[in-house]
Nanobody
Framework: QVQLVESGGGLVQAGGSLRLSCETSGRIVRIYTMGWYRQAPGKLRELVAT???????NYADSVKGRFTISRDNAKNTVYLEMNSLKPEDTAVYYC??????????WGQGTQVTVSS
């Protein structure tokens, strides 16, 4: 069973930084495509960033140059480093694990609020 537990959200002023963590079970981060998504009030959930088992990364245009996704295989954890945060980054951030054999799995989400 794939379990994803996010942490690191909070309240930060515009221009500040936060690092989100997603701890998984087993060796999920090594064999799944891992990603971060976000959902703001009244909006659809959207892709923020993904990292493949081979280390290839992909970012939404709105976060390129500000956010960095990475993983630590030894800790079974995926990170999202967020810098130069803007009020429009305010959302619930969800960790995602995707594999063609088991489909998608989601964490419970962590709230990020950026004040202006």
């Amino acid at each position: 069973q794939v379990q994803l537990v996010e942490s690191g959200g909070g309240l930060v002023q515009a221009g500040g930084s936060l690092r989100l963590s997603c701890e998984t079970s087993g060796r999920i981060v090594r064999i799944y495509t891992m990603g971060w998504y976000r959902q703001a009030p009244g909006k659809l959930r959207e892709l923020v960033a993904t990292i493949s088992p081979g280390g290839n990364t992909n970012y939404a245009d709105s976060v390129k140059g500000r956010f960095t996704i990475s993983r630590d295989n030894a800790k079974n954890t995926v990170y999202l480093e967020m810098n130069s945060l803007k009020p429009e980054d305010t959302a619930v951030y969800y960790c995602n694990a995707n594999h063609w054999t088991t489909g998608e799995h989601w964490g419970q989400g962590t709230q990020v609020t950026v004040s202006s």
